[in-house]
């Protein structure tokens, strides 16, 4: 049961350009939404997290959006870089013990 | 500061062999525990999670295996390995009142 989606496997985004990364839902439970990025080999690392309560979160060059209405939410970097290319999970939880991770979008930010 | 380490890093096993991954955590107590497994191609399978010594909740049904023998300590095993049993697996943890879930550094297993 997928309850979370990244349709886009893949992305490749020029340098300096905005990459949007999508993510869809189905369990209207959920309140509360993140992304990891994960590099080969590694563990994934916390990158942001919107709670339901919110519909935007912003950190640096990374924003959050929160559409509940459409079960969506997406990321957004800009400027992106290099550095930035990597596998990105989107999650979402609605208690501390369950949470569901998308197939992951693997971004390509070509110099 | 809190950290979470797993090992061995990497393991290639034979079919029919048994299996221990060990993940601890420090710099806090009483945390939740996580095992999750990404398949190549695929997004990341929570398979074991625990909320206390003792008490293994699964998620799939599978020829593995967790245990918590102490507060900060996370096992998961298996009896006889299977070759779908390849993957990456990531021991996690996350605070009893907070949402974010964070990782160890993965252990691949590759069974031959």
């Known amino acids: 049961d997928q309850q979370v989606k990244q349709n886009s496997p893949s992305l490749s985004v020029q340098e300096g350009r905005i990459s949007i990364l999508n993510c869809d839902y189905t369990?209207?439970?959920?309140?509360?939404f993140l992304w990891y990025k994960k590099y080969p080999a590694e563990g994934p690392t916390f990158l942001i997290s919107?709670?339901?309560?919110?519909d935007k979160n912003e950190d640096g060059r990374f924003t959050v959006f929160l559409n509940k209405s459409a079960k969506h939410l997406s990321l957004h970097i800009v400027p992106s870089q290099p550095g930035d290319s990597a596998v990105y999970f989107c999650?979402?939880?609605?208690?501390?013990?369950?949470?569901?991770f998308g197939a992951g979008t693997r971004l390509t930010v070509k110099p | 500061s809190q950290t979470i380490h797993q090992w061995p890093a990497t393991l290639v096993q034979p079919v029919g062999s048994p299996l221990s991954l060990e993940c601890t955590v420090e710099?806090?107590?009483?945390?939740?525990l996580y095992w999750y497994r990404q398949a190549a191609g695929r997004g990341l399978q929570l398979l074991f999670y625990?909320?206390?010594?003792?008490?293994i909740s699964s998620e799939v049904p599978q020829n593995l295996s967790a245990s918590r023998p102490q507060d900060r300590q996370f096992i998961l095993s298996s009896k006889k390995l299977l070759l779908s049993d390849s993957g990456f697996y990531l021991c996690?943890?996350?605070?009893?009142?907070?949402?974010?879930?964070?990782f160890g550094e993965g252990s691949w297993l590759t069974v031959v």
């Open positions: 999650a979402a939880s609605y208690n501390n013990n369950d949470m569901r």
């Open positions: 369990n209207s439970m959920f309140d509360y």
């Open positions: 710099g806090t107590s009483n945390p939740n």
């Open positions: 625990s909320v206390g010594i003792g008490q």
């Open positions: 996690a943890w996350s605070t009893g009142t907070g949402n974010t879930i964070y």
């Open positions: 919107i709670s339901s309560i919110k």
